[in-house]
């Protein structure tokens, strides 16, 4: 498998992960109209998945690696952030912490695309 294989399942990976959060981010904010449960049990999920080695899959391994290393993140923090967007219990702090997230997302996220691209 070359490099540029394993870099384009990895940017697609934190791709998918991005947009989920930026979608629920979006949500969380809106003032006024109807939610999507669904993102945020999704996001809260995969959140949970962190601290749940039965639970974890690659992409929840791949999101727990770069979270702990950027931001210094703990799992059961994290854990405890899923928990409440999946019972829809958020604060303003829950959602600094999740802009937080998308921003070092989109940092990675473009430091992967430009190792597939070869630079």
Do not use: C, H, W
């Not at 809260?44 to 601290?51: K, Q, S, Y």
């Not at 997302?105 to 190792?115: D, I, M, P, S, V």
Request: no cysteine; charged share 35%.
């Amino acid at each position: 498998m070359s490099n540029t294989s394993v870099y384009s399942g990895i940017y697609a990976r934190l791709r998918d992960f991005a947009e989920l959060l930026d979608d629920v981010l979006i949500d969380l904010k809106a003032e006024e109209g109807p939610t999507r449960e669904d993102r945020r049990q999704k996001l809260g999920e995969l959140f949970v998945a962190m601290d749940d080695e039965s639970k974890m899959d690659l992409t929840a391994q791949l999101l727990q690696m770069i979270l702990q290393e950027k931001l210094a993140e703990d799992t059961k923090d994290l854990q405890e952030l899923g928990k409440a967007l999946m019972v829809s219990s958020t604060t303003p702090q829950m959602i600094e912490r999740l802009e937080e997230i998308a921003t070092v997302l989109e940092q990675e996220r473009a430091g992967t695309f430009a190792k597939m691209r070869g630079y």
